[in-house]
T-cell receptor
């Protein structure tokens, strides 16, 4: 079974802190994704990576950065946390790189990290 | 811009009933893929069913089936003989260029 793990289920941070969210997958997937999930808005893509050291901005990259130094690990960084970044953060992986015309491969999700910034 | 719309924020049905969740999308692409994902309470998101746009036949997975209307850009999910374990958020998603566009979700509650 594909397993995607996230470093924390719940996290509480103060405004201005630097926050690291870690994601690890164990199936040698090329693609990894970071989403933010908010009620009524569905999932919004923050960043994705289709290979080591490669990253692409998603729909809402402002205030976030990412790092992928190893294939299995994808980190999301909040450089200076703000209260409007309070949310559920989901990591996902899938087994194919950039594909024009779309992909039928499913994305495998981690359990999520509920981040509260006070 | 490509968008996905789920017009039903919340639905509830009795156990064993059939329920249909609606999804519409907007794209100018011709080749793409559509998905329904399920997120049970406090559990991980999992894939329910997928449909390739060039396939005429509607996808089915056990009690789950879709009604794919390409011209109308509609992709509804039908759950037959609903079970308590079907209680979850259901998300419709669209993939045309290596990333998924997601709907806002429908919260489905199955009542005993």
């Amino acid at each position: 079974d594909v397993k995607v793990t996230q470093s924390s289920r719940y996290l509480v941070k103060r405004t201005g802190e630097k926050v690291f969210l870690e994601c690890v997958q164990d199936m040698d997937h090329e693609n990894m994704f970071w989403y933010r999930q908010d009620p009524g808005l569905g999932l919004r893509l923050i960043y994705f990576s289709y290979d080591v050291k490669m990253k692409e901005k998603g729909d809402i990259p402002e205030g976030y950065s990412v790092s992928r130094e190893k294939k299995e690990r994808f980190s999301l960084i909040l450089e200076s946390a703000s209260t409007n970044q309070t949310s559920m953060y989901l990591c996902a992986s899938s087994p194919v790189g950039v594909v024009a015309g779309g992909s039928s491969y499913e994305q495998y999700f981690g359990p999520g990290t509920r981040l509260t910034v006070t | 811009a490509q968008t996905v719309t789920q017009s039903q924020p919340e639905m509830s049905v009795q156990e064993a009933e059939t329920v249909t969740l609606s999804c519409t999308y907007d794209t100018s692409e011709n080749n793409y893929y559509l998905f329904w994902y399920k997120q049970p309470p406090s559990r991980q998101m999992i894939l329910v069913i997928r449909q390739e746009a060039y396939k005429q036949q509607n996808a089915t997975e056990n009690r789950f089936s879709v009604n794919f209307q390409k011209a109308a850009k509609s992709f509804s999910l039908k759950i037959s003989d609903s079970q308590l374990g079907d209680t979850a958020m259901y998300f419709c998603a669209f993939d045309s260029n290596y990333q998924l566009i997601w709907g806002a979700g429908t919260k489905l509650i199955i009542k005993p």
